[in-house]
C-alpha cells in the first residue's frame, strides 16, 4: 500500500491535510460508491470536483477499480472526456483498522441529473440541449470503442457530468477495459470489473457473461447499449430501474426513435455505432448544435462563410437557450475573435450577447476581450469597435482607458480614412472622460489641434463640438491655454458654416471657465463680427452668444459697483 499521506483533517470545508485543494460541500449523487465534492485549489482559488472512494482494506474490490478509473482516466484524452488534475490516496485508522481513500481531482463539474434540474429547460430549448449533450457524450463513446479499441462498460447518466460551460463530459473509468475481440493473447480479463455495473444497465450477453458473445461482438456493442439507457434517463427524468423500462419509449424524441431502437438491439452485432449515431441521425441536426459545431471548426472555415455565419448569430442567437448561449456560445465567440479566427461582424454578436448579462458579468466576460481586441490590427474590427463604444464604453475602467485603450485608439486620428478618423474623434465623447490630465494635455489636444484644420469640413466642425464637451475634465491651466484659441482663432474663422456655428456653441457651452477680461477683449469682438455672416443659421447663433455674453459683463458690472 502506498502512503502519499498520513493524515486526514476534520471538518467538511478542510478537506485532506496536505492536498493541494480544499473539499467542499458534496453533491447529492455521484457514479457508484464515488463520492463527488466541489473543491478548489490552494494556490489560486480556481474551482475544481474532487472525486473520493474509500475501502477497509487494501484488497478491496472497489478500490482496484477505482485504480484502474484513475489510471484510464488520466492516460485518456479527449474534449469530451473529463479532465483530469491530480490524484493520490492515503491511508487512515479508523478505530484502529486501516481505512484507504483514492482521490481524484478534475475540472468543475456538476452531475447531469443535478444541472439538468438547475436549469429546468422545457419544450423545444430543453430538446436542443439534450440534443447538443448527447452529441458530446456520443463522440466521447465513439472515440474510445473506434479509436482506441476500448469499452467503458457504464454509459449511463451517473458518469456524464457537465462543465460550467454547459459541456456534458464522460467519466467513470472504473470498469474501462481494452476490448479483447477474439485474441487469445490478451493480458487479463476484459471488462474485469463488470460487477460494478448494476443489472438494469447490462445488455444480455453482459448480463449472462457470455464472454464469447462479447469478443465476437464490435467492440462499441455494449457501449451502444449504454448509450440508449443513457437516452432513456435523459429523456423520461427517472434513474433505471429495471432492463424492461427501455421499452417505455413514450418519452424518446420521435426524430431519435429509430437510432434510440437500433442501439437497444437484442443482437449486438446490429447495434448501431455511436460514430454512425452522430454522422447520420436527424436528431442532431439543430440549430444549437450546428452553431457550436461551426464555432468549434471556425478555423476551417473561409472567410465568406465565417462572415455570413456572424451576420446571422445575432437574430440566430435569440432563437437558441438563453443559458446556453452566456454560458457556452458566448466564450467560444470571445476567444474566436480574441485569437483572429473571427470576422469583425461577430463583434455585434458578442456585445449583443453581452447585454444579456448583468454588469458585473459583462465586466467579466466580455470587457477583457474587447480590450484586447483594441490592439488588433485588422481596421474592420478597429471600426466594429468605435461603431459599437456607445454600447461597452462606459464599463471600461479609467485605468484600461488611459493604459489599453486610448494608445491604440489614437492611431485612428491620423489614419488616412476620413472615416476612420471621424469614428476615433467621436469615441473621445466616451473615453475622454477616463483619460489622465497627462494624456488629455499631452497626447489627446495635440490631435484634437491637427483635426481642427482637418481636409474634411465635417471632421474640423465636431472636433470643436468634442472640445465643447470635454471642456469640463481639463483642468484650469489647460483649459485657459487652449479652448478660446481652438474656438476664436480656428472656428469662428473656418470657411465651413458649420464649423463656425459650433464654435459659437462651443463658447456658450464654456463660458462659465472665462474671466471677465477674457469675455470683453477676445470673445464678443470675434462673436459680434459674426452678426452679419452670410449664413443665417451662424447669425442667429451669433445673437445669442453676444446676448448670453453681454449678460455676463453686465453681471461683472453690477457685482463690481
Not at 20 to 46: C, F, L, N, Q, V
Request: charged content about 20%; some cysteine.
Amino acid at each position: 500500500m502506498f502512503k502519499f499521506l498520513k493524515e486526514v483533517v476534520g471538518g467538511s470545508g478542510t478537506g485532506v491535510k496536505d492536498l493541494p485543494y480544499t473539499i467542499a460541500e458534496s453533491y447529492p449523487s455521484a457514479w457508484g460508491s464515488w463520492t463527488h465534492s466541489r473543491g478548489t485549489s490552494k494556490d489560486d482559488g480556481s474551482p475544481v470536483s474532487v472525486f473520493s472512494l474509500s475501502g477497509s482494506n487494501a484488497q478491496d474490490g472497489h478500490l482496484a477499480a477505482a485504480r484502474n478509473g484513475v489510471k484510464r482516466l488520466r492516460t485518456v484524452r479527449h474534449p469530451n472526456i473529463l479532465s483530469f488534475l491530480h490524484s493520490t490516496e492515503i491511508e487512515t485508522y479508523d478505530a484502529g483498522s486501516p481505512k484507504v481513500t483514492i482521490y481524484i481531482v478534475t475540472e468543475p463539474v456538476m452531475p447531469l441529473s443535478e444541472k439538468i434540474k438547475e436549469l429546468g429547460l422545457e419544450g423545444t430549448q430543453r430538446d436542443e440541449y439534450y440534443a447538443l449533450g448527447l452529441h458530446q457524450i456520443a463522440k466521447a463513446v465513439s472515440f474510445l470503442n473506434n479509436d482506441c479499441k476500448l469499452v467503458h462498460g457504464n454509459v449511463c447518466m451517473a458518469s456524464v457530468v457537465v462543465t460550467p460551460t454547459l459541456d456534458w463530459k464522460l467519466h467513470a473509468f472504473d470498469v474501462l477495459s481494452e476490448f479483447d475481440g477474439s485474441s487469445e493473447m490478451s493480458s487479463g480479463q476484459m471488462l474485469q470489473y463488470a460487477w460494478l455495473v448494476g443489472s438494469q444497465y447490462k445488455p444480455m450477453e453482459l448480463a449472462k457473461s457470455d464472454w464469447d458473445a462479447i469478443k465476437k461482438s464490435p467492440p462499441w456493442a455494449i457501449d451502444s447499449w449504454g448509450m440508449g439507457c443513457l437516452i432513456y434517463e435523459v429523456f423520461s427524468g427517472l434513474r433505471l430501474g429495471k432492463t424492461e423500462e427501455l421499452r417505455n419509449i413514450g418519452s424518446i424524441p420521435k426524430s431519435l426513435l429509430p437510432d434510440y431502437q437500433r442501439l437497444l438491439s437484442s443482437m449486438p452485432s446490429r447495434r448501431l455505432n455511436t460514430s454512425k449515431l452522430i454522422e447520420n441521425s436527424e436528431y442532431f441536426q439543430n440549430k444549437l448544435v450546428d452553431t457550436i459545431h461551426f464555432m468549434e471548426i471556425l478555423s476551417l472555415k473561409d472567410s465568406v462563410e465565417r462572415d455570413t455565419f456572424f451576420r446571422k448569430l445575432p437574430n440566430l442567437a435569440e432563437q437558441l437557450p438563453r443559458q446556453i448561449v452566456l454560458k457556452k456560445l458566448l466564450p467560444l465567440l470571445a476567444s474566436a475573435l480574441e485569437f483572429g479566427s473571427a470576422a469583425a461582424s461577430a463583434l455585434t454578436a458578442l456585445l449583443k450577447m453581452g447585454s444579456w448579462l448583468s454588469a458585473e458579468e459583462f465586466n467579466v466576460k466580455v470587457l477583457p476581450t474587447i480590450v484586447k481586441l483594441f490592439a488588433s490590427n485588422d481596421r474592420a474590427i478597429r471600426v466594429a469597435l468605435l461603431q459599437h463604444i456607445d454600447q461597452y464604453g462606459e464599463s471600461l475602467s479609467a485605468q484600461a482607458v488611459d493604459e489599453q485603450v486610448y494608445p491604440h485608439v489614437a492611431t485612428g486620428f491620423s489614419d488616412t480614412s476620413a472615416f476612420l478618423r471621424e469614428l476615433t474623434l467621436k469615441s473621445m465623447l466616451i473615453l475622454a472622460p477616463k483619460l489622465s490630465q497627462r494624456t488629455m494635455s499631452g497626447s489627446l489636444l495635440k490631435y484634437l489641434s491637427k483635426l481642427q484644420v482637418d481636409e474634411e469640413p465635417a471632421i474640423r466642425t465636431n472636433t470643436t463640438i468634442l472640445l465643447g464637451n470635454i471642456g469640463s475634465y481639463l483642468n484650469e491651466g489647460t483649459r485657459k491655454r487652449v479652448l478660446i484659441n481652438a474656438f476664436t482663432v480656428r472656428a469662428l474663422r473656418d470657411t465651413f458654416p458649420p464649423a463656425r456655428g459650433a464654435g459659437i456653441m462651443a463658447l456658450c457651452a464654456t463660458s462659465s471657465y472665462y474671466d471677465i477680461t477674457e469675455v470683453a477683449t477676445r470673445i464678443l469682438p470675434n462673436v459680434v463680427v459674426l452678426t452679419i455672416d452670410p449664413d443665417s443659421d451662424v447669425r442667429t447663433k451669433a445673437f445669442q452668444a453676444v446676448d448670453q455674453f453681454l449678460q455676463i459683463a453686465k453681471q461683472h458690472y453690477e457685482k463690481v459697483s
